[in-house]
């Protein structure tokens, strides 16, 4: 039986006598908190305290006697072998599972040595601070699925929460990177080269992306239409019934065609539609074709399209005026063609749900984020009041000031009431 206290106080209750206030402060806390003078008050909040600090040390006990019992499975141990199962499930491309590697090993390094059952909400959170704000959101999701992985397969205690949940990260800073205009598109066209026009002339007219761009070969070509495939790596465009877009072919993608097909021939047909004559045969090039990251010398890769538009737009930004007042974040890169044909495709005529299927978006609202920025709306009025404002004669005279008047008139004979003005001197 516990001992009672000789003040009648709730355990890490005290009474100061100087000054008649209760402080509270458990060994969990760094210092005192005052609960006010009100004894009543003090009693019941040291008693709902108390409570809280009794579950957190049921929870920490919890979270120790999982670890013994369960062997003490490592974080590092489980979480490899998490990602490479994610990896392996959901048939991720090269690029995306080296990101995951990437976070796994950040991880791992903070919180490698760390039993599985004994991490919480405070030690993810000094694991992910020191990363960007949209490093921090990648990280928080692939720990929200490792930890329902590690629940579900026994490893993380069942009864207790998923530490993820009440996470906090950063929020995203403000797009600084502002949209593309028609007469900026215009500017960075004329001084590219060729292969970089045909680029930019099948993103104006198809609002690809940029891989989609450079993987579109000769073969997609069927007929007067051109189909492409959706290259998206996220969980929720693998639930798209449409693996592929079929496009009609603009006369502006016909020129394309025929320009690059005769360029292939000069290069050795080249598949793709996209591809340039390379200047000399380098080794990386010679390493990307022994390892199949290169199907073709003259292949253009996203990384490589994105280098060459930056050198366009920073030559046509010396060139012109039409991007003085911006800084290097704020430039448009190869991704704004995007947004600019979705724009444009708007203003044509053409509904929501239409551009979205064309951009193989899976929420209309991001559909719609991609078409704001361009233009302020304008908002055309069909009504009018059926009043008129009176009108007065452009000679009349216009008073900002009341005028007083004192009319001279001869006053009648008669007896005016007493107090009344005239009495008062008027008649005089």
């Keep these: 039986m516990a001992r009672t206290r000789k003040n009648a106080l709730p355990k890490y209750l005290e009474c100061n006598p100087h000054n008649q206030t209760y402080y509270y402060k458990n060994p969990a806390m760094p210092r005192n908190a005052n609960l006010g003078k009100v004894a009543q008050q003090a009693v019941r909040l040291a008693s709902q305290l108390n409570a809280r600090y009794r579950i957190q040390c049921e929870q920490e006990a919890a979270r120790i006697e999982t670890s013994v019992s369960l062997g003490s499975v490592r974080f590092s ?5 998490f990602v490479e199962k994610y990896i392996s499930d959901y048939s991720l491309k090269s690029n995306t ?13 903070a919180l490698g040595n760390i039993q599985i ?4 909400t405070q030690m993810l959170r000094e694991a992910i601070s020191t990363g960007s704000q949209f490093e921090q959101s990648k990280l ?3 720990l929200l699925r490792f930890f329902r992985y590690a629940k579900s397969t026994g490893m993380y205690p ?10 906090f990260v950063d929020p995203l800073p403000h797009k600084r990177r502002q949209r593309m205009t028609l007469q900026q598109f215009e500017a960075i066209y004329s001084v590219a080269p060729q292969w970089l026009r045909w680029l930019m002339t099948l993103a104006f007219h198809l609002a690809l992306r940029r891989v989609d761009l450079v993987s579109l070969r000769f073969d ?4 007067d239409r051109i189909v492409s495939a959706i290259r998206k790596t996220d969980s929720e465009a693998r639930e798209m019934e449409a693996t592929s877009v079929d496009f009609p072919i603009h006369p502006d993608v016909r020129n394309v065609l025929t320009e690059a097909r005769r360029s292939s021939l000069r290069v050795g047909r080249c598949p793709f539609i996209v591809h340039r004559e390379p200047d000399r045969r380098t080794g990386r090039a010679a390493e990307a074709l022994e390892g199949h990251r290169l199907e073709h010398p003259a292949q253009v890769l996203p990384d490589y399209a994105s280098k060459a538009f930056f050198r366009a737009r920073d030559l046509a930004r010396d060139r012109t005026r039409l991007f003085e007042g911006m800084s290097v974040r704020q430039m448009p890169t190869l991704h704004e063609i995007r947004a600019l044909s979705s724009h444009l495709y708007s203003i044509a005529g053409y509904e929501v749900a ?11 609202d991001m559909t719609r984020a991609y078409q704001k920025g361009h233009a302020r709306k304008v908002l055309r009025v069909e009504m009018m009041l059926p009043y008129r404002v ?3 004669p452009d000679n009349a005279v216009r008073e900002t000031t009341p005028v007083y008047r004192v009319t001279v008139s001869l006053l009648r004979q008669e007896k005016f009431p007493e107090n009344s003005l005239s009495e008062n001197g008027l008649a005089a």
């Design 77 to 81: 141990e489980v979480i490899k072998a």
């Design 97 to 109: 599972a080296r990101l995951l590697h990437q976070r796994c090993r950040r991880l791992t390094d």
């Design 117 to 120: 059952p004994m991490v919480d």
């Design 140 to 142: 928080k999701t692939l």
């Design 158 to 167: 069942s009864h207790l929460g998923n530490p993820v949940d009440d996470l």
């Design 220 to 223: 997609d070509v069927v007929g």
């Design 354 to 364: 239409a551009v979205q299927e064309l951009m193989a978006h899976t929420d209309p």
């Design 390 to 392: 009176p009108q007065q």
